[in-house]
């Protein structure tokens, strides 16, 4: 093996990339190249490293310092003085004088506190490279389960560990296998149509550690009796779906997928599916629709995909975090994996932090952690010398929490009960510049655009919804406007034919019924509190 | 109690048990209730998309589609609470929101399904701005108007496109409330498949597909003193009339329709029964000539307009199986504007021919170019049933009370195996009681094929022919022929007659009968026909006299030279 002075990780998730990661690691290699370092400095890639507001990331290891927000010409600096003579360029690690960054020295400070399962790779190995995957205990769950286990032990296994699907229902995983039926042939489905607004964790998985979401497909399928595997990704997530192809084909060459893997008679096959772009195809039946070639559209239920799903087969359709959580189950257990989180929502959880927060970026925490943690800790509070002002969990089908609520806990069970959920993860942190009306109109225009237009309800009842908040927008509004909103709110929650369109309602019903005198304020006082409806009087101006 | 297949459940806690796999609508019906519904359909697959039939299961949310929600042991359903009456009405009002208000001057005026359940939930007051939608009418072909300022996307249209028809040409595009339903990348049905053959007319509960109408043209032409208008009948207007004007279902009022018509000023009321005789003589020989003589066998009929353009798009390469023989509406037309001009000492071209059909395909076969063979437009103007219905009650006909007429002479002489080709089979049992004849020259015993009749999808027979046993096959609705289709493609049809007929259940279930036409009312139109076909006295085309009479006095003789350029036609590959 060959050995090396230093590891630089340069982070090339997406937003890494955007920002020019892949420029400073080239002029990096002929920087290292030009003081002939290249055979004791190795570079390597990396998935998402996490702090994405200081983009481009590079640690060098084994230091461990982090050298965030990096243009091209740092790069020279940061070999000649860090790399030859040891010096770190403090100036692109601490609070630098130039604010162009805001982490604290080493490590950012969105990385302290978290717990991380499923991004155990993530920003640490090379996810172009399986064997990195593998030094790393990778495909031994696999091994452990084709072995060891009988499917319906994998099944027992998942069941008791009390993981829920990370896409949002949250229905409980190993439930889920349990319910499919018999059949010569079915299918398993790995749903990575990452659609909600403000979510990328699973792109982020899969940009940094595609392996360990094959590794939890292929043992869905052995648990579930499926040979055959489809990864449906959105269109727009073009390196994820570069590296997962990549990491297929990897997996394949060792034999971790195709006939007979470890020779267990057991044969799992993947294959990328690649979406088009609409939000409704995160959605199971939809996505079915979409994969058999037609319009992505839901289809009503039941019957479930377990009973009849990918042309009319039992199928089973899985959340990419939901199987990447799957090996660590295996491997260490049901109980091991309950004593993470809360008793309802054991396990970690992956959040993107989003909006006016200090720091952006993703985070791996156990749930029960509360909203309060989350923002001040993890996320740095809130920029500007500005206040919070509402939290809106689980994107944007997701409920709008008051500061009142900052101390409820992330579970699934707990959000439900404040009329929000914890849905993909999604966390937009709004701060008191913004208006409450015109952040639901947002929303709701995403809705309008997203809409399926299958069934009436919610076809007909979001532009409805966006012409009474632009009413409100616009002082037209009338008290009985709030009563018809939340009328058509609730007639789409427990009317509509899908998820979509039972779960698009939840901003207006939290909104409406945590920041009503803000409604009120614009519709009886004809004034915008926040001062953002233009049509409306200022703040402070009577 | 569940045994094998039956299920008990309490509806608003009335007990009720059901044959298992019922849906909660169907299982309701038996507990004597019903649950309002717009996108279901009774013929077919539903999409559960409307949300006017919601109810709650077992106190549960989200509240569930009755249409498409299965009972099961035990369930407990409410279709009546608060939350129900709220939620069905709310969806309710924002279809009729975006749905025009103009219903006065709507074809399907009080023939609506829309309308009745606005009736039936006394909708006083809509809670929102009506917004209507502004899309361009679909007139580009001879039958079929789309008007998708009137579609409430319930996509009934698109499932009997697809499941009866397995054609597919209507589909939705665009999203959410920009969603349309129309032909992909919005073309105009006339350069699609569209067969024409209008069975989403029966689909639509609204207004929003309807037959063009072209009883103006109809008007003028009686109103014109230069013209002589002859009218031909098809025959399932015997038996869908009636009920368009008002009387049952499956009325049979081949009389009251003769004489309704010489009340609209008609010269002359003829039948297309009389050409449908002569079809079997022509096409009769065809087959004799093809089994004999090495023609292409299968050989398919070729009367059903809508049957005929689903060939030539899906089916190309098989154009060679139809008959040439036209349909009996253009063997009407072309003999009309021939051999009774010659008889009659009328100019042809003062003939106006009016077909009254029960499809809306027959305004497009009309509008042909091979169909000008007298040397005029054959057929000037085609009618379907609902139009004539429109026409009789504008001006006041008494239906159910006018006296019963004889057809005019001698087009309007028929017998039974003419009128049964209004039903699925119909064709083929007239071809038989006649082709028994040619090949053994003796006459049937049995008229009555049974093994031809009834909705079975596919039907095949072999029925003994002297020394042949010839095997015969069966189908109607296109979803239907394209079985057999595919079949016949691979070689793997043994056949020596095969009839299709576009519409399910035959030209009485056409696209031009009175609205609704389900399974139920093809049924029990198809009824009619055959009670049509045992009260004549002839029921064999060959007994026809008049017919015969027209190969003495015209044609010569079956497939003759007059009779190929009349009577014949080919056949246009189309794209897909």
Redesign the interface.
């Known amino acids: 093996m060959e050995f090396y002075r230093n590891h630089i990780l340069v982070c090339t998730g997406e937003p890494c990339v955007l920002k020019g990661a892949l420029e400073v690691e080239s002029i990096l290699l002929t920087e290292l190249q030009k003081q002939g370092l290249e055979n004791e400095i190795r570079v390597i890639r990396t998935g998402c490293l996490g702090p994405c507001n200081v983009a481009p990331v590079l640690v060098v290891y084994p230091e461990g310092i982090y050298y965030s927000g990096v243009k091209p010409g740092d790069v020279q600096e940061i070999v000649a003085e860090h790399l030859v003579k040891g010096r770190p360029v403090t100036r692109l690690v601490g609070t630098d004088v130039e604010k162009r960054v805001d982490v604290v020295y080493q490590v950012p400070q969105i990385l302290t506190g978290q717990e991380r399962v499923v991004l155990r790779n993530c920003g640490i190995i090379n996810p172009d490279e399986i064997v990195e995957y593998i030094g790393r205990g990778g495909y031994e769950a696999l091994g452990k389960a084709l072995i060891h286990l009988k499917p319906e032990e994998v099944i027992e296994e998942v069941k008791s560990s009390g993981l829920r699907g990370r896409g949002g229902a949250a229905f409980p995983t190993g439930l889920k296998w349990s319910f499919t039926a018999s059949g010569e042939e079915k299918y398993l489905i790995c749903n990575a149509d990452e659609g909600e607004p403000g979510t990328f964790k699973d792109r982020l998985i899969l940009e940094g550690d595609p392996h360990a979401v094959l590794e939890g497909m292929a043992i869905a399928g052995y648990a579930v009796g499926a040979e055959h595997g489809f990864i449906y990704i959105r269109g727009e997530y073009t390196l994820s779906i570069e590296r997962v192809q990549r990491a297929i084909d990897q997996a394949r060459k060792l034999g971790l997928l195709g006939k007979n893997i470890f020779d267990s008679g057991f044969s799992f096959d993947v294959e990328i599916r690649v979406g088009a772009g609409a939000y409704i195809c995160g959605e199971e039946l939809a996505l079915i629709e979409s994969i058999e070639g037609k319009r992505g559209e839901p289809r009503y239920k039941p019957p479930y995909p377990g009973q009849t799903g990918l042309w009319g087969k039992p199928t089973v359709v899985n959340n990419v975090e939901t199987l990447a959580n799957v090996p660590h189950i295996i491997e260490q257990g049901a109980e091991w994996y309950k004593s993470i989180g809360t008793p309802g929502s054991p396990g970690t959880k992956v959040f993107t932090l989003t909006g006016n927060i200090k720091n952006e970026g993703l985070i791996e925490v156990p749930m029960g952690i509360t909203l309060r943690e989350i923002i001040y800790q993890l996320g740095g509070g809130i920029p500007d010398g500005h206040s919070f002002k509402m939290a809106q969990t689980g994107g944007t089908a997701g409920g709008c929490l008051p500061p009142e609520m900052l101390d409820v806990p992330m579970d699934y069970d707990e959000l439900a009960k404040v009329g929000s959920a914890l849905g993909s993860g999604a966390l937009l942190i709004m701060d008191d510049r913004h208006c409450i009306v015109d952040l639901l109109k947002c929303f709701m225009r995403f809705f309008n655009h997203e809409s399926c237009g299958k069934c009436t309800p919610c076809r007909e009842g979001t532009p409805r919804l966006l012409e009474l908040i632009e009413k409100i927008m616009d002082g037209t509004a009338v008290k009985a406007d709030l009563d018809l909103m939340a009328k058509l709110a609730e007639n789409m929650e427990i009317s509509s034919l899908c998820g979509l369109g039972q779960s698009s309602p939840k901003p207006v019903l939290t909104l409406l019924e945590y920041y009503q005198h803000e409604f009120l304020a614009h519709i009886e006082d004809k004034k915008c509190p926040a001062g953002v409806c233009k049509k409306l009087q200022v703040k402070g101006v009577v | 109690m569940e045994n094998n297949n039956k299920v008990t459940l309490k509806i608003n806690g009335i007990q009720v048990t059901v044959p298992a796999g019922s849906t909660i609508l169907e299982a309701a019906k038996i507990a004597g209730i019903n649950i309002p519904t717009l996108c279901h359909h009774p013929d077919l697959e539903t999409?559960?998309?409307?949300?006017?039939c919601?109810v709650e299961v077992n106190k549960g949310?989200?509240?569930q589609?009755a249409c498409?929600?299965?009972v099961a042991e035990d369930m407990e359903v409410e279709t009546a609470t608060p939350?129900v009456r709220?939620?069905r009405r709310?969806?309710l009002e924002?279809?009729l929101?975006?749905h025009p208000q103009d219903c006065l001057s709507c074809v399907r005026n009080q023939k609506c399904e829309l309308q009745d359940l606005a009736e039936s939930f006394h909708i006083e007051e809509i809670?929102?701005?009506i917004k209507g939608k502004a899309y361009e009418k679909d007139d580009s072909n001879p039958s079929v108007v789309r008007d998708q300022e009137k579609c409430i996307?319930c996509r009934r249209c698109i499932e009997a496109c697809i499941q009866l028809q397995g054609v597919e040409a209507l589909?939705?595009a665009?999203?959410?409330?920009?969603?349309t339903v129309g032909p992909f990348f919005n073309k105009p049905l006339q350069d699609v498949v569209c067969t024409f053959c209008g069975q989403c007319i029966h689909a639509c509960p609204v207004g929003a597909i309807y037959e063009k109408d072209d009883t103006a043209r109809f008007w003028e032409a009686v109103a014109a003193p230069n013209k002589h208008v002859v009218v031909q009948t098809a025959p399932a207007i015997r038996v869908g009339l009636a009920e368009e004007m008002g009387m049952g279902v499956g009325s049979l009022a081949t009389g009251k329709m003769v004489t309704a018509l010489r009340r609209l000023g008609v010269d002359r009321v003829f039948d297309t029964d009389f050409t449908a005789d002569l079809t079997i003589i022509e096409e009769g020989s065809e087959l004799v000539e093809r089994v004999t003589g090495g023609g292409t066998l299968p050989m398919i009929t070729s009367c059903s307009p809508g049957w005929i353009k689903f060939c030539e798009h899906y089916y190309p390469d098989l154009l060679d199986h139809l008959s040439t023989c036209k349909s009996p509406q253009q063997m009407f037309g072309a003999l009309a504007k021939t051999y009774y001009a010659e008889k009659s000492g009328i100019n042809p071209k003062d003939i106006f021919v009016v077909s009254i059909m029960p499809c809306t395909a027959k305004k497009f076969e009309a509008t042909r170019p091979e169909m000008h063979d007298s040397g005029h437009q054959d057929v000037d103007v085609v009618l379907t049933t609902r139009e004539l219905g429109r026409m009789l009650r504008e001006v006041g006909v008494q239906f159910a009370e006018l006296p019963e007429e004889e057809f005019d002479k001698p087009l309007g002489i028929s017998t039974g195996a003419g009128a049964i080709f209004g039903a699925t089979g119909g064709v083929m049992e007239a071809a038989l009681r006649t082709a028994y004849v040619l090949v053994t020259g003796q006459e049937l015993e049995e008229i009555n094929l049974y093994d031809c009749r009834g909705l079975t999808g596919v039907k095949e027979a072999v029925v003994p022919v002297g020394d042949l046993e010839v095997k015969i096959a069966i189908a109607h609705g296109l979803a239907n022929a394209r079985k057999l289709m595919d079949m016949v493609r691979k070689g793997e049809a043994d056949y020596h007659f095969i009839e299709i007929m576009a519409c399910p259940g035959g030209c009485i279930g056409g696209g031009g009968q009175p609205v609704p036409t389900t399974m139920a009312s093809r049924d029990k139109r198809i009824a009619a026909i055959y009670r049509e076909d045992e009260r004549m006295v002839l029921r064999k085309s060959h007994e026809n006299e008049a017919v015969k009479a027209l190969y003495d006095e015209f044609l010569g003789k079956p497939l003759g030279e007059k009779s190929h350029h009349l009577l014949h036609t080919k056949y246009i590959p189309r794209e897909l």
């Open positions: 999409s559960g998309v409307c949300r006017v919601v949310r989200p509240l589609a498409v929600y299965k939350v709220e939620a709310l969806n924002l279809i929101s975006r809670s929102f701005p996307l589909g939705v665009n999203r959410g409330a920009d969603s």
